[in-house]
């Protein structure tokens, strides 16, 4: 059994904690390209490809994220790719944040008024420039907060990856917990960790809805 | 390059795979039992003129929803114990799920509560009718019907993030997989049929409570 003061313990899972930001960044930058992608390919593409993007939807949202980590950890290997748990959590977490992001979109894009379609195909604009010019600004202000409360869904969701032993804020945890048998302290301070990060999110999300509110 | 998939060495294991989603069941029955009754003391209390129980119960939302389920359930598993507090690993996950549940369904009722027109409260009020029964007859059964989609939605997610109760040695669906893909060194496959029968139990799940709202709440909800 070693000893750790408070502060030590601080210390090593704030380094740790770097870990969390940054698979949550890999995360959250790759799935928004790949639901970006898969949104445009829903409202270009045909019908069977919108048929396909709503069963995966469905998929990555009907199953537990655990499983999908660990179906990325074994079938990356089966296809003759070695992974670190970094890339089998990264890609899995990808994977994931694309299903939600692009079904959050949807929605987004959906809920400008159907006149504002109508208005600006009356003006002679096209798909793309009724796209362009006149849905997507709107939606994009009706996008931002919901994104940023699922910013602190992904946040919170990177702990499973201790589970394929990745080495970030929870595995940490773990680790100093079998060094200390201090459970109590040390998963107090993860769990005080995890709310620093994702507190200041939420209220921001909050604060953007409550303002689109004010303004809408 | 030359891995075939071989899913006939599972069958063996049905047996322990219905046993898996059994008590994976289990465990969401208990914690969304337990975890609706909860949050509706608990948006009660959000509505209550006492400060000091609404700022318990603002904080303790606030502190679930911002810290991973995981990390809660790791806290009530091994932290509590400290405090001697002692439970076997099936009452710690019903524990830490219905901690986690209470959390988000408070904030799911309380809107839903929140959505009952003020003048069902007053014509209640008005009839004679003492507030605590205009709450439970007038208001809960019109917020509930407001909010039933999204705390079914609530209940699944639970059930999907119940995989990680496996980590505490609990003998969930997640559990079984562990343990059948250690014995026959097929992980993927093995996963994979898990993962499956996941999405199975979300789809029957999601079906059953449609119906079930559409009996309940027919002809109540907007």
Known sequence: MISFTLW???????L???????????????????????????????????????IYVEVLQGTPLLMQLFLVFFGLPLLGIDVSALLASAVALTLYASAYLTEIWRGCVDAVPRGQWQASASLGLGYFHQMRYVILPQALRIAVPPTVG?????????????????????????????????????????????????????????ALERRLRIAG | MGYQLDFGALVQYSGLFLEG??????????????????????????????????????????????????????????????LGLRMTAIEAAVLAMTINLTAYAIEIVRAGIEAVPRGQREAGLALGVRPALVFCFVILPQALANV??????????????????????????????????????????????????????TVILRRLFARSGRGLFAGRAP
Not at chain 1, 8 to 14: F, P, Q, S, V
Not at chain 1, 16 to 39: D, E, N, P, Y
């Open chain 1, 16 to 54: 740790a904690a770097r870990w969390t930001l940054l698979l949550s960044a890999l995360a959250f930058s790759g799935g928004g390209l790949f639901g970006l992608a898969l949104l445009a390919l829903r409202y270009w593409g045909s019908g069977r490809a919108t048929r396909a993007i709503k």
């Open chain 2, 148 to 201: 039933y989609p999204a705390l079914v939605s609530q209940i699944i997610i639970t059930m999907l993030e119940s995989a990680v109760v496996s980590q505490i040695a609990v003998t969930d669906l997640t559990h079984v997989a562990d343990l059948i893909q250690s014995r026959n060194f097929r992980p993927f496959e093995t996963y994979l049929v898990v993962t499956v029968i996941y999405l199975v139990l």
């Open chain 1, 8 to 14: 030590d313990l601080a210390r090593n899972l704030g």
């Open chain 1, 150 to 206: 699922f910013l602190v869904q992904l946040v919170k969701s990177t702990a499973l990856t201790s589970i394929v032993g990745f080495n970030e804020l929870t595995k940490t945890g773990e680790i100093l917990t079998n060094a200390t048998f201090e459970p109590f302290r040390v998963y107090g301070v993860v769990a005080l960790i995890y709310f620093a990060l994702c507190y200041p999110l939420t209220s921001c999300s909050r």
């Open chain 2, 21 to 82: 989603a059994a008590v994976t069941l289990g465990l969401t029955a208990a914690a969304a039992t337990l975890g609706l009754a909860l949050s509706i003391g608990g948006a009660a209390t959000l509505r209550s003129k006492l400060a000091w129980a609404r700022g318990l119960v603002a904080a303790y939302v606030e502190l679930i929803r911002n810290t991973p389920f995981i990390v809660q359930m790791f806290f009530v598993f091994f932290g509590l114990p400290s």
